[in-house]
């Protein structure tokens, strides 16, 4: 099962726009609205920041938006700042085989 | 508030099988329409997903560990728990739980614990 495919890194500075792609096929992006990102800081769980491919969990900042086209999603940030720098990984709901859930290698965003 | 905690030993040595337990607080195991995953992330890589279970006992896996790898659950004790199999150096990661929202992503994770084969 071929994870799916974002860039390894991303930067921006304070208050700019980034955005993060994460590929995949029709078996999974394109076939579904079951997206979802996570944010890691280094030693630590992730955490969910996006679902159904532009849902926010309560508590979640309003800058992090998420869209999806065919079958490449995306991970908006907006504003950046310093905390935003981290690891991002998206992860998609997958008919291929008996797996459910596929993850993406994860980008590393470096707030500059 | 949800919360999970990863148990178990933190060394296995090579050919023998890996335990993990994840006890899960704040809540019932069996409330709500939710599944309970295991996670793994080796050091410096990303997020592989293991499989995970509903509380009826149904199991999904990951199929390139699937024949290793089998996932149970305890509701008596809030409690769900991994075993993987003929472990190699190359089962040596952190090994997550979470709760699993079907489609809708994990919304709650445990803190992680570090599982090294060696010998």
């Known amino acids: 099962q071929s994870a799916l495919t974002q860039p390894a890194s991303v930067s921006g500075s304070p208050g700019q726009s980034i955005t993060i792609s994460c590929t995949g096929t029709?078996?999974?992006?394109?076939?579904?609205?079951?997206v979802s990102w996570y944010q890691q800081h280094p030693g630590k769980a992730p955490k969910l920041m996006i679902y159904?491919?532009?849902n926010r969990p309560s508590g979640v900042s309003n800058r992090f938006s998420g869209s999806k086209s065919g079958n490449t999603a995306s991970l908006t940030i907006s504003g950046l700042q310093a905390e935003d720098e981290a690891d991002y990984y998206c992860s998609s709901y997958t008919s291929s085989s008996t797996l459910d859930w596929v993850f993406g290698g994860g980008t590393k965003l470096t707030v500059l | 508030q949800v919360q999970l905690q990863e148990s178990g030993p933190g060394l296995v040595k090579p050919s023998q099988t890996l335990s993990l337990t994840c006890t899960v607080s704040g809540g019932s195991i069996s409330s709500g329409s939710y599944y309970w995953s295991w996670i793994r992330q080796p050091a410096g890589k990303g997020l592989e997903w293991i499989g995970r279970?509903?509380?009826?006992?149904?199991?999904n896996y990951n199929p390139s560990l699937k024949s290793r790898v089998t996932i149970s659950v305890d509701t008596s004790k809030n409690q769900f728990s991994l075993k993987l199999s003929s472990v190699t150096a190359a089962d040596t990661a952190v090994y997550y739980c979470?709760?699993?929202?079907?489609?809708?992503?994990?919304?709650?994770w445990g803190q992680g614990t570090l599982v090294t084969v060696s010998s």
């Open positions: 029709s078996s999974d992006v394109g076939g579904y609205n079951y």
């Open positions: 279970i509903y509380t009826s006992g149904s199991t």
């Open positions: 979470a709760r699993d929202q079907v489609v809708a992503g994990f919304d709650y």
């Open positions: 159904e491919v532009s």
